[in-house]
Structures are given as C-alpha cells and as structure tokens.
C-alpha cells in the first residue's frame, strides 16, 4: 500500500464514504466532494478497468470510454501490479455490474 496517501485527512474521507447508505447519498456526497470532470475521470478508470478485466483491447476500451492509452496503461498496471483494490471491488459487485458482456 502506498505509504504517502495515508495519513490523518485521507482517514477522514474514507471513514466519511464508509458512513454513506446507498446510491443517492453517493451521489449528492461525491457531486459536493468533486468536480463533474473528476467524478467523470474516476468512473472513466473504474469503466477501464472493468473491460481490461473483460480483456477488451486498448482500441476497443478507448473508442467505448474516450480514455486516453495514457489512462488505459496506467490502470492495467495497476490492476497487474497494484493493491488489488479493483479486484477486491469487482468479486463483491453482482457479476452483471462487475464485469461487462465480452461480445
């Protein structure tokens, strides 16, 4: 776990997120927490790193989401070489929300 984003402040935010009962809270909190743009990127790399799971290829994940190879590679490292956060996210959600149809 990278060492530099813990600290007493990032504590305060999850512990915030955590206490959050369903969609609706979610969406007002996140829409006071960020900008449009920054909700849209943080959802650009979740949709990313769903369809890398789906071994979609970069061609195929940027015409569908608008992400850059940039954002692309950085996401597939972390999802090889990372925390497994995505995948720890991805085995709770239903398998229709977790993981996209691979057509």
Not at 45 to 65: G, N, P, Q
Not at 71 to 78: G, L
Request: glycine share 4%; hydrophobic share 35%; charged share 35%.
């Amino acid at each position: 776990m990278n060492k530099k984003i813990r600290n007493e402040a990032v504590d305060h935010l999850l512990d915030a997120i955590l206490c959050l009962k369903d969609k609706e809270e979610c969406y007002r909190f996140f829409e006071d927490l960020c900008t449009v743009n920054e909700l849209l990127s943080l959802s650009q790399r979740f949709e990313v790193a769903s369809m890398l799971r789906a071994r979609k290829t970069y061609l195929e994940i940027a015409e569908k989401t608008g992400a850059s190879t940039a954002t692309i590679s950085r996401v597939n490292r972390a999802l090889n070489y990372g925390d497994d956060g995505y995948e720890l996210v991805f085995s709770r959600m239903p398998e229709e929300k977790g993981r996209p149809e691979t057509d």
